[in-house]
């Protein structure tokens, strides 16, 4: 059974002041003007994709996405994002990576349809963790590691 299928009517409650802990902490190191376009990869319920810009979120869970009450959102893997090159000046993804079918893959994508900047939190736990940021390693250019408790969040350019 899909994890997400199990947890997602109560994943705010479950999650919420942990996700809203790295929204603060990217938000303080990151800087978006109300005029740029963001793409939130994983945005699940919304939590992640309260920023003052136009955002656009993907998740492909389903049963994450009925709980998100934002008007921007997709049924899209990161692995195969629906966008052309170059359309966003920023793009997030918190705390999904490990959940990515091909973390590769879709850091691949990430950086294609991305401008520019890019903020990553990784859970320390995951035992992908080690795979992952050796990905952004070589994908971006790591400006910042923030220390998020659960996380370390990556602020990374090309």
Same mark, same amino acid.
């Given at each position: 059974?899909?994890? =997400?299928?199990?947890? #997602?009517?109560? =994943?705010?409650?479950? =999650?919420?002041?942990?996700? @809203?802990? *790295?929204?603060?902490?990217?938000?303080? +190191?990151?800087?978006?003007?109300?005029?740029?376009?963001?793409?939130?990869?994983? $945005?699940?319920?919304?939590?992640?994709?309260?920023?003052? $810009?136009?955002?656009?979120?993907?998740?492909?869970?389903?049963?994450?996405?009925?709980?998100?009450? *934002?008007?921007? *959102?997709?049924?899209?893997?990161?692995?195969?994002?629906?966008? *052309?090159? @170059?359309? &966003?000046?920023?793009?997030?993804?918190?705390? #999904?990576?490990? +959940?990515?079918?091909?973390?590769?893959?879709?850091?691949?994508?990430?950086?294609?349809?991305?401008?520019?900047?890019?903020?990553? #939190?990784?859970?320390? @736990?995951?035992?992908? &963790?080690?795979?992952?940021? +050796?990905?952004?390693?070589?994908?971006?250019?790591?400006?910042?590691?923030?220390?998020?408790?659960?996380?370390?969040?990556?602020? $990374?350019?090309?």
């Amino acid at each position: 059974m899909d994890f =997400y299928k199990i947890i #997602s009517a109560g =994943y705010d409650g479950l =999650y919420g002041e942990e996700q @809203r802990i *790295k929204i603060g902490i990217i938000k303080k +190191n990151f800087s978006i003007t109300n005029n740029e376009l963001l793409l939130d990869v994983g $945005c699940g319920t919304g939590l992640s994709s309260d920023f003052n $810009c136009k955002v656009i979120g993907i998740d492909p869970s389903m049963d994450m996405i009925v709980q998100n009450d *934002k008007s921007n *959102k997709i049924l899209a893997k990161a692995e195969n994002l629906p966008f *052309k090159d @170059r359309t &966003f000046d920023k793009i997030i993804s918190i705390s #999904s990576m490990h +959940n990515f079918d091909d973390f590769k893959k879709g850091m691949e994508e990430i950086k294609r349809v991305g401008k520019k900047d890019f903020a990553f #939190s990784i859970l320390k @736990r995951s035992s992908k &963790f080690g795979a992952i940021e +050796n990905e952004i390693n070589k994908n971006f250019e790591i400006l910042k590691i923030i220390d998020g408790k659960k996380d370390w969040i990556f602020i $990374c350019t090309l």
